[in-house]
């Protein structure tokens, strides 16, 4: 069992940033890649990034070059640095681990967008 607890959701204003964190406990060793995922309401949940074991990234179109996904596997936690934020970025951010062959997900933290 792997538990996720994300934090750093807030109100920001458009054009600002905001850094995302989420803490695995429990049975991190089997930890593989990390990745972060949104929903909008009324809205499906949408993949944003992804981080491997071996550190290799990847991001959704839709945040590529505003986004950066990093983890810290000495204190076993991915972070989601987010610049240049919109309005339409406003979702509810969810961390997202592989551990052996089963996903895990946190209980998502509100990033709103808005001035």
């Known amino acids: 069992q792997v538990q996720l607890v994300e934090s750093g959701g807030a109100l920001v204003q458009p054009g600002g940033s905001l850094r995302l964190s989420c803490a695995a406990s429990?049975?991190?060793?089997?930890?593989?890649?990390m990745a972060w995922y949104r929903q909008a309401p009324g809205k499906q949940r949408d993949w944003v990034a992804t981080?491997?074991?071996?550190?290799?990234?990847i991001y959704a179109n839709s945040v590529k070059g505003r986004f950066t996904i990093s983890r810290d596997n000495a204190k076993n936690t991915v972070y989601l640095q987010m610049h240049s934020l919109k309005p339409e970025d406003t979702a509810v951010y969810y961390c997202?681990?592989?551990?052996?062959?089963?996903?895990?997900w946190g209980q998502g933290t509100q990033v709103t967008v808005s001035s």
């Open positions: 997202r681990v592989v551990a052996g062959a089963v996903y895990y």
């Open positions: 981080i491997t074991s071996g550190g290799l990234t």
């Open positions: 429990g049975n991190i060793d089997s930890i593989n890649a």
